[in-house]
Antibody, heavy 114, light 109 residues
Framework: EVQLVESGGGLVQPGGSLRLSCADS????????MGWVRQAPGKGLEWVAN????????YYVDSVKGRFTISRDNAKNSVFLQMNSLRVEDTAVYYC???????WGQGTLVTVSS | QAVVTQEPSLTVSPGGTVTLTCGSS?????????PYWFQQKAGQAPRTLIY???TKHSWTPARFSGSLLGGKAALTLSGAQPEDEADYYC?????????FGGGTNLTVL
């Protein structure tokens, strides 16, 4: 059974940092692109970042470039999202996503507020 | 970055058929965009219905199908049920970046 379990969300002040993790199982993690998707309250889905199988290519939505960094550890079947210089508008549920049959995690809430 | 367009809202009668579409600002959608379709009900995480244009998940009801139609990706619902009322999102791949459409709110009425 494929499982993606996110962790690391929480409340942070503007300008702060958080690191999201996603632990995956049930598929050959190292052979698929991985990504992070977010959904702000009452809004649609937004692709945030994705990373190639070997980590050699990474892509980001314009609004997070220079602030967020996606990475992966294939030995630990995990993908991460380091979020720096957080803004109020980054408040959202963040989902981990695998391109292995397009499985999703259940999401972790990030709230940026003073 | 590319812009992916969907109908903001659609209404279908119970038992009826409706087609949701997904277009790209860069031109026609092809199989190389690997179109995905997701369903999201209120308060729930998104659920994948279709990937790679037309491949269904084990949980995807048979009444949903994916295709390419007139230069767009399409999700067709044949025989709509009340439980199909939800938001539907498409996702397209652009070699590296991925882009979501704005979503279609589907009402079954």
């Amino acid at each position: 059974e494929v499982q993606l379990v996110e962790s690391g969300g929480g409340l942070v002040q503007p300008g702060g940092s958080l690191r999201l993790s996603c632990a995956d199982s049930g598929f050959t993690f190292s052979t698929y692109w991985m990504g992070w998707v977010r959904q702000a309250p009452g809004k649609g889905l937004e692709w945030v970042a994705n990373i190639k199988q070997d980590g050699s290519e990474k892509y980001y939505v314009d609004s997070v470039k220079g602030r967020f960094t996606i990475s992966r550890d294939n030995a630990k079947n995990s993908v991460f999202l380091q979020m720096n210089s957080l803004r109020v508008e980054d408040t959202a549920v963040y989902y981990c996503f695998t391109e292995f049959r397009a499985y999703w995690g259940q999401g972790t809430l990030v709230t940026v507020s003073s | 970055q590319a812009v992916v367009t969907q109908e903001p809202s659609l209404t279908v009668s119970p038992g009826g058929t409706v087609t949701l579409t997904c277009g790209s600002s860069t031109g026609g959608v092809t199989s190389r965009h690997y179109p995905y379709w997701f369903q999201q009900k209120a308060g729930q995480a998104p659920r994948t219905l279709i990937y790679d244009t037309s491949t269904k998940h084990s949980w995807t009801p048979a009444r949903f199908s994916g295709s390419l139609l007139g230069g767009k990706a399409a999700l067709t619902l044949s025989g709509a049920q009340p439980e199909d009322e939800a938001d539907y999102y498409c996702l397209l791949s652009y070699a590296g970046p991925r882009v979501f459409g704005g979503g279609t709110n589907l009402t079954v009425l």
